[in-house]
């Protein structure tokens, strides 16, 4: 590697996995290519050898860097900061290498997120640390809790190919599994952004997990590719505003429990806080039983329902409306639902103040 390539340069390793890879160096994506295939000999060494006392340490560490490796790593001094995730493991590690004189000024700042898998009755739990919630974007009064779930990731994904491609990643995610990818998210009253990310099946002592790191990469993206990226999903935006109807994504795995996994256009005014957010079903407990009928109905015949229920609303009472319930596209998924759901029918019963929520 020449010496212009990497001096001056963050390189971000993940250490998810035994064999750490590198996800990116400086603005360039380097798709979990293995250490020992981007270095060889003291450059090699130098950069395992500062990510395992990084790791060990659990804190930043800064390590002379041998002759022998001073061109390529562009300066006789080496320093390496840790990111741990949620329960505790160093997932990944960011290094520098240059003059002890230089200011690479601070690393970027690393979400991770850890999501809880082989629960077979409910959805993945998932974990995410400070700085994942700054990234996608988490309003501070949504931030109630320790332990999130589908709904706080996926309704700030902007497009749905993304949705569900991440979905069925984490769905479907077995020993050996890792991928890594870009994505574009869209933060509580804030600007798009593109994340980089990657994520690995780890196994723990209290089960397995998928874990993932990701940074902000929303300074090196072209405005006009992000514009490209968007135009399927600016197109839907404007047919579904032209239509007239209120129309949201769900997860159907769990039909007891099925829930919102993205808006695609605003929810309906005066819906219930965990109805508009995914967080809860918030379905009544006498139209239950019907929509679970449905839901059957739906992944046996692969053929759209119609019907009526009712959701909680804000401030107390219950929202009913008329719907047109399918799968979004029964070959990609089984488990992934449209629901489109027609202003006109909307009745709010036994509110005590719908202003609220």
């Known amino acids: 590697m020449a010496s212009d390539q990497l001096a001056g340069q963050w390189l971000l390793v993940e ?15 380097r798709d979990m290519r293995k250490i020992s295939s981007m270095f060889r000999g003291p450059v090699k060494d130098t950069v395992s050898g500062v990510i395992e006392e990084a790791i060990s340490a659990r804190e930043p560490v800064t390590r002379p860097v041998p002759p022998a490796a001073v061109e390529t790593l562009g300066g006789r001094f080496g320093f390496a900061a840790p990111t741990i ?26 979400g991770v997120w850890e999501w809880e898998l082989g629960l077979e009755d409910r959805p993945p739990r998932l974990q995410l640390t400070t700085s994942a919630l700054d990234l996608l974007g988490i309003d501070q009064k949504f931030r109630d809790r320790s332990t999130y779930g589908p709904a706080d990731y996926f309704t700030r994904i902007e497009r749905v190919s993304d949705l569900i491609d991440l979905d069925t990643k984490i769905k479907t995610a077995a020993p050996g599994d890792h991928s890594h990818g870009t994505v574009i998210v869209c933060p509580d009253g804030g600007s798009l952004r593109r994340l980089q990310y990657a994520q690995r099946y780890v196994t723990t002592p209290v089960g397995p997990r998928l874990q993932g790191v990701c940074r902000d990469i929303t300074q090196f993206d072209d405005p006009a590719k992000q514009r490209v990226d968007l135009i399927e999903h600016t197109l839907l935006q404007v047919l579904l505003e032209e239509v007239g109807v209120y129309a949201v994504i769900g997860d159907i795995t769990w039909p007891t429990a099925p829930y919102v996994m993205r808006w695609l256009t605003p929810h309906p005014p005066g ?19 019907q929509v679970i009928g449905w839901i059957y109905q739906i992944v046996a015949t692969g053929q759209p329902v119609r019907g009526r229920a009712r959701t909680r609303a804000a401030g107390g009472g219950w929202m009913a409306g008329n719907f047109l319930g399918m799968l979004l596209d029964p070959v990609v998924s089984k488990t992934i639902g449209v629901g489109i759901v027609y202003p006109d029918s909307i009745t709010i019963e036994g509110a005590e103040d719908t202003s609220r929520g």
């Open 271 to 289: 819906a219930g806080h965990g109805v508009s957010t995914g967080q809860t079903p918030g379905i009544h407990p006498d139209d239950l039983p």
């Open 15 to 29: 250490t998810m996995g035994d064999d750490p890879t590198v996800i990116a160096e400086g603005d360039r994506p």
């Open 85 to 110: 995730g949620p329960t505790g493991s160093v997932v990944a590690v960011q290094c520098w290498f240059g003059s002890a004189e230089d200011n690479p000024g601070p690393p970027d700042p690393i």
